[in-house]
């Protein structure tokens, strides 16, 4: 608890961490309800193409909201973007339900909702980082994400084993409904923060693009992040057919959280992480770890093998965050991010559409083991282009060794 204790304790950000905690625990009963709530409305011969485009709608269009809504968003403080992202998830997310109840709820019109929902999600994600970077100070970032990090994933304990109950008992809607009162209450929780500190600058909105180019690191960064979430794509697509029933889906994604909390709680007690071998190390481990998921082995070992997939994935978060927060001055941070995020949020929704065919030909085990595969393939790449062109170092002021960043000038 130590490191994680003054940044509790912060009297801004303190308010805000009860409801990300309670819209995580949300999220986390949304991962198992979104793809199997798809499996139930989609057509019995294409139902491995719309748990693709399920997972794939309530992320891809922050890709773009984060541009064309820029000229709107730009200049808000973070916890402004934050909120405004909240209550749209919030009153979206609760249509689902009242439809599905109404009995109108087809799959079209709950892909649309989904996709709706996502639009300010770049512009969210960069209002809570930024808050992190406004009222902390530098040395308290790696914590502080890492809290974040173990806010989420401890979420996904939690999160699919109350889903799986709460499916077989009024079935998957009405957890769609109680994520929808979670980011309701986040909403309000954003909406109180007064911040003080330099507020996002009104920049062009191409501003955040434009500052990831000219940083060789965060290039390097963004293109790691990028084929990581693009291979781990095919993994929630696979997950819902590898399981036998909802509860089973729990218990996956469950183990998965539970190595991912143990592995964010150890990350968080490393002010000094070196971010990149931390982030590198991570994709090669996860890599490396997902391939026994695909080989036939007993359900426990399944579990056991998830669980360490988790804890090699936790520091990757933590430590790329921690790089931007580094590199990028708070007030530059929310275009930064939302670009961040645009490109990213398109990743892992292209690798859920690039492996729904896939996994419906192939089937969800040699997904499983196709992704592992290539993820520790480049995980083996990042290491070599590491090795043979060193990066400059980041220091936790945000500038390299010998001047200036060109995000900062």
Request: hydrophobic share 55%.
């Amino acid at each position: 608890m130590p490191p994680y204790w003054p940044v509790v304790r912060n009297r801004i950000f303190g308010r805000v961490l009860p409801g990300l905690a309670l819209s995580a625990l949300g999220d986390g009963m949304s991962a198992v309800a979104i793809g199997w709530l798809a499996l139930q409305c989609a057509p019995q011969h294409q139902r491995g193409l719309w748990v693709g485009l399920a997972i794939a709608a309530y992320t891809l269009p922050g890709a773009a909201g984060a541009v064309l809504l820029a000229p709107l968003l730009r200049g808000r403080s973070g916890a402004h973007l934050a909120a405004l992202d909240a209550a749209l998830r919030a009153v979206l997310l609760g249509a689902v339900p009242v439809l599905a109840w109404l009995g109108e709820l087809t799959i079209g019109r709950y892909t649309a909702l989904l996709a709706g929902s996502a639009l300010l999600s770049a512009w969210g994600s960069a209002g809570r980082y930024t808050l992190v970077a406004q009222v902390l100070p530098a040395e308290l970032h790696v914590p502080a994400n890492a809290l974040l990090t173990l806010i989420t994933e401890a979420a996904t304990v939690a999160g699919p084993l109350l889903a799986g109950l709460l499916i077989g008992w009024l079935g998957a809607p009405a957890v769609l409904a109680a994520d929808a009162v979670t980011f309701a209450v986040l909403a309000v929780s954003f909406a109180l923060v007064r911040a003080r500190g330099p507020l996002p600058r009104r920049e062009h909105r191409s501003a955040g693009f434009a500052a990831i180019r000219r940083d060789r690191r965060l290039v390097a960064l963004m293109t790691l992040s990028f084929w990581f979430f693009l291979l781990f794509g095919p993994v929630p697509v696979a997950i819902p057919l590898f399981a036998s029933s909802a509860q089973d889906v729990g218990l996956l994604y469950t183990s998965f959280g539970v190595g991912a909390v143990i592995g964010a709680i150890a990350t968080g007690h490393l002010p000094r992480l070196p971010l990149w071998p931390a982030a590198i190390g991570s994709v090669l481990a996860f890599g490396l770890l997902l391939l026994p998921l695909g080989l036939g082995l007993p359900r426990w070992a399944d579990l056991l093998t998830l669980a360490l997939a988790g804890l090699a994935w936790a520091p990757y978060p933590t430590a790329s965050m921690s790089i931007f927060q580094r590199v990028v001055p708070p007030e530059r941070l929310p275009p930064v991010l939302a670009a961040r995020h645009a490109v990213l949020v398109v990743s892992t929704p292209l690798g859920a559409l690039l492996g729904a065919p896939l996994v419906q030909a192939a089937g969800p085990a040699a997904t499983l083991v196709a992704c592992g595969a290539a993820t520790a393939a480049l995980g083996l790449v990042a290491v070599v282009v590491r090795v043979l062109r060193p990066l400059p170092r980041e220091h936790s002021d945000g500038r390299k060794a010998g001047g200036c960043t060109p995000a900062m000038r």
